[in-house]
């Protein structure tokens, strides 16, 4: 009936002809589930140091934007160069009508999606019009145009000084307790993300992702729709970016377009993706973590941290020609991965 | 509405030529390396903050500064070529955020040493006082920087069509194949097309430093006009970046006297935009040189 076996490298739970295996063999861990353990643990570690919770909150943050820039470079198989576009419009809608109209965060959210949504199917046509370069230039001036009406109207949005005073997320009465729950808030973000995305990646949906990564022209000829899936995989990447645009705003309670729309904040996340390594999904979550920890790190050397930060990293990218990721996966190499395709036309 | 109309047109003429000198290099590199150099700030930044460095810390004379900070310009082009785009030609994505990544280094360290209260200005000042054109008064510098320009634009425009190395520069960015087949030194003309575009930025910031407003980040203002123009013209047209930058020039004029000056940028983007999605290819044609 009811059997619970130890063996050697394995638990076997049998119930009726059914039977449940758990491998504790440390080779076969899998790794995903010790990293979320690992995260979890952490703020427990550190809580008394409130400046390393908001460095961490924000390392999950920016490991979900680049998780799911990851999943829309993929889809595409084009590079966004803009992906600071949608945060700032998640950030700013969340921001602009907490604060004018006093909606709530749960409210917030509601329109967040549906005009990041709105902007997203706007804009998708161009991942099937644009060609090579036309692309990256589109896109890159999105955010541009964007950072340029939070100047221009700076009544409203405040783009050099920023929005502030958004309703919190949450109160939980203490300081510290907010802390706390901030960082698991964004952590269950990040971590819904990559199983969402995890999950596509190895369904049918992502192998038809990656034959269009691999070569548009043969996929399109054994039978997948390319338009389709390049139009989602460009529609609900950015809404899952916009959705972290609300969270920040809530979660820091100020929203400036300086900050998050300008080309500093873009390289970062460009960076993320590819010091994680080409933009494979759990490559982005070190990543994301590498550029937050070196951020603040660096700030202990005062002034000079914003010469010295660019210049690590342009040091990473030449010593890590793979990424962090592809020094894992050089000793896991059995692993399929779709992974970024940059093409030039 | 006749003295709008001067002010209009005279401005136009001169903010479009020093969009001119500022596009050049920019669709010089696009048009022959076809990438997008976002470093090209870097050019700009360089010109003023390392004149201003060899002057005050070495002590050196004006004129021996310029010619040390072109030397290094050169060579700091070179090292992006050989360091960047050369490894990375084919990575698209490493390549524009390294080349970011450079110009940002640099900007840091300008304002690191310099910040904007050192008052670092360049005595580059060729001629004072102010020209009267009917009812508009505008100083000499604006119009010898204009002229000058001109003359630049000229400059290139016959080494592209007069030269054998403005021949081979045309071919290589009409068709990369057949030039090869036709036995062009494809690398080579590279670095002669790096070297070439670090021209006209070095031109254009020491000659409108006296009046232009100089900050460690002016970099970014500079790369985004480049960037308009050569959209509007077409990517990397050397003839499309005259056009646009007379029409930018243009639009930036009407907006700021018929409008106010706020607006300039945001209408300058939004009507490029429209271009990037009504004609992609430009004014006058993209992937090829003229």
């Known amino acids: 009936m009811v059997s619970l076996e130890f063996r050697r490298d394995r638990i076997v739970f049998r119930y009726g002809d059914q039977k449940y295996e758990w491998v504790i063999e440390p080779r076969y861990w899998r790794n995903p589930v010790i990293g979320a353990l690992v995260l979890m643990v952490l703020p427990f570690l550190v809580y008394q140091y409130p400046n390393i919770l908001t460095m961490i909150t924000t390392a999950n943050i920016y490991a979900a934007i680049a998780i799911m820039l ?60 644009a060609r090579g370069l036309y692309f990256a230039l589109i896109t890159l001036i999105l955010p ?46 990040m971590l819904i993300y990559l199983l969402v995305v995890d999950k596509t990646m190895r369904s049918r949906y992502g192998l038809a ?137 | ?121 360049l005595p580059t000042t060729i001629m004072y006082g102010a020209l009267s054109i009917g009812v508009t008064t505008i100083s000499y510098q604006m119009f010898i920087a204009a002229i000058t320009a001109i003359f630049v634009t000229l400059v290139f425009v016959f080494i592209f069509l007069k030269t054998k190395l403005g021949l081979i520069m045309r071919a290589v960015s009409q068709n990369l194949r057949g030039s090869m087949l036709m036995g062009v030194n494809v690398g080579l003309t590279y670095w002669y097309a790096i070297i070439l575009s670090t021209i006209p930025p070095i031109i254009c910031t020491l000659t409108i430093a006296p009046f232009w407003s100089v900050d460690p980040f002016m970099g970014e203002s500079m790369l985004s006009i480049a960037i308009l123009i050569a959209i509007l013209g077409g990517l990397g047209n050397l003839k499309g970046s005259i056009v646009a930058s007379y029409a930018i020039g243009f639009i930036h004029s009407v907006v700021s006297f018929v409008y106010t000056s706020r607006f300039m940028g945001l209408v300058a983007l939004i009507v490029t935009l429209i271009m990037l999605l ?12 003229w």
């Open chain 2, 1 to 121: 509405m006749l003295e709008l109309l001067q002010s209009i047109i005279v401005y136009s003429f001169v903010f479009g030529s020093i969009y001119l000198l500022v596009s050049l290099g920019f669709s010089l590199i696009c048009g022959i390396l076809r990438i997008f150099h976002l470093g090209y700030g870097l050019s700009f930044v360089m010109a003023i903050y390392l004149t201003w460095m060899f002057m005050t810390e070495l002590k050196l004379g004006v004129t021996l500064s310029i010619i040390l900070m072109i030397l290094v310009q050169f060579a700091v082009g070179m090292l992006i070529h050989w360091g960047i785009f050369q490894r990375y030609l084919e990575e698209e994505e490493k390549l524009l955020t390294l080349s970011l990544l450079a110009y940002l280094v640099f900007a840091h360290f300008a304002n690191y040493r310099y910040p904007i209260t050192a008052g670092v200005h």
């Open chain 2, 278 to 289: 009504v004609k992609p290819e430009g004014l006058c044609g993209a992937e090829k040189l």
């Open chain 1, 144 to 189: 541009l145009i964007f950072l340029e009406i939070t100047f221009v109207y700076g009544d409203i949005f405040r783009g050099e000084s920023g929005l502030s005073g958004i309703a919190p997320l949450l109160n939980l009465g203490s300081v510290s307790w907010n802390y706390l729950a901030y960082y698991f808030l964004s952590l269950a973000m």
């Open chain 1, 70 to 129: 990851s999943l829309q470079t993929i889809g595409t198989a084009r590079l966004n160069f803009g992906p600071q576009f949608y945060v700032g419009i998640g950030g700013y809608t969340a921001a602009l009508l907490n604060l004018y109209f006093g909606l709530n965060s749960a409210l917030t959210l509601i329109v967040t999606i549906l005009v990041s949504l709105l902007f997203a199917f706007l804009i998708s046509p161009i991942v099937l019009i």
């Open chain 1, 209 to 345: 992702m990656a034959a269009i990564n691999d070569n548009e022209d043969v996929a399109r000829t054994v039978g997948v729709n390319v338009n389709k899936y390049k139009i989602l995989s460009y529609v609900i990447p950015s809404v899952g970016m916009g959705v972290a645009g609300w969270f920040i705003a809530h979660t820091f309670r100020t929203f400036a377009g300086i900050t998050y729309l300008s080309l500093d904040f873009m390289v970062k996340i460009l960076l993320m993706i590819i010091i994680g390594g080409r933009a494979s999904i759990y490559g982005s979550i070190v990543g994301g973590y590498f550029v937050a920890f070196l951020e603040e790190g660096l700030r202990t050397l005062g002034p000079i941290n914003y010469v010295v930060f660019p210049l690590t990293l342009i040091l990473c990218v030449y010593m890590l020609p793979e990424g962090l990721w592809g020094l894992y996966h050089k000793r896991h190499y059995r692993d399929y991965y779709p992974k970024l395709r940059v093409r030039r036309r």
